[in-house]
């Protein structure tokens, strides 16, 4: 078995598995997938920044601030390769960030408007960003992300929820002390195990980001 052929199997592995978990888990929770997977993929950016808040009460003052917090939301243009579709939606999201360059990102996003034939999806995701400041007014960020999505294909015929890998990047432009304005986003997401196969979307998105502490 080749290096391509071994990465594709533990690609579907991965998604099956991931599947699995959800669907048990959703069933034992008994909560709707939109009200509770936000929420799930946000608790380590939230524990990051309770670990965050407790340490900068026990440093000296000249040594807080080791991490901000922001959250904000999004629209977006998004194209699926299942019918080459052109849809619009909104998201929302939160950035954990240290003082250093790194830190954690979590979003959702609904890809719900300009439908054709009811064709809509929801992505749900959390990983790595790495960004770089220029100025005080420019900050620019990469990211890999991995999470789960939820596509409806057309005439309500079926519904696939499966594993998604994302990767991004983006500018913000700092407004005011506390608010950025999210001036481009762009991602690729892979969908490695769909009914119809590998599936690919891209979307590019502009928004508002606030920041919390």
């Known amino acids: 078995m080749g290096c391509g052929q071994k990465m594709g199997y533990g690609l579907k592995r991965a998604a099956k598995c991931f599947r699995d978990f959800r669907t048990r888990r959703s069933a034992r929770l008994g909560l709707p997938l939109r009200a509770s997977a936000f929420l799930w993929l946000l608790s380590p ?4 920044a309770s670990v965050s808040a407790v340490r900068a009460q026990v440093v000296a003052a000249g040594r807080q ?3 901000k917090l922001s959250a904000g939301v999004i629209g977006s243009g998004d194209t699926f390769q299942y019918g080459q579709r052109k849809m ?7 950035d954990a960030e240290t003082t250093g360059h790194f830190g954690l990102e979590a979003e959702g996003r609904w890809v719900e408007f300009h439908q054709t034939a009811n064709v809509h999806a929801e992505t ?3 990983g790595g960003r790495y960004h770089l400041d220029f100025g005080r007014r420019w900050q620019l960020y990469a990211k890999g992300l991995v ?3 939820s596509i409806t294909y057309a005439y309500n015929l079926g519904r696939d929820q499966d594993l998604i890998v994302t990767a ?3 500018a913000d ?3 005011t002390h506390r608010i950025s304005l999210r001036v481009a986003d762009f991602e690729y997401q892979d969908w490695p195990e769909t009914h119809y196969g590998n599936m ?8 508002l980001k606030v920041r919390i502490f």
Do not use: K, P, Q
């Not at 619009?88 to 939160?94: D, E, I, K, N, Q």
């Not at 690919?200 to 928004?207: C, I, K």
């Open 45 to 48: 950016a939230l524990l990051l």
């Open 65 to 67: 601030g080791t991490l």
């Open 147 to 149: 999470g789960f999505g």
């Open 124 to 126: 749900y995701s959390i």
């Open 173 to 175: 432009f700092r407004w």
């Open 168 to 170: 991004g990047g983006g």
């Open 88 to 94: 619009l939606g909104v998201g929302a999201f939160v």
């Open 200 to 207: 690919t979307s891209l979307n590019a998105s502009v928004g």
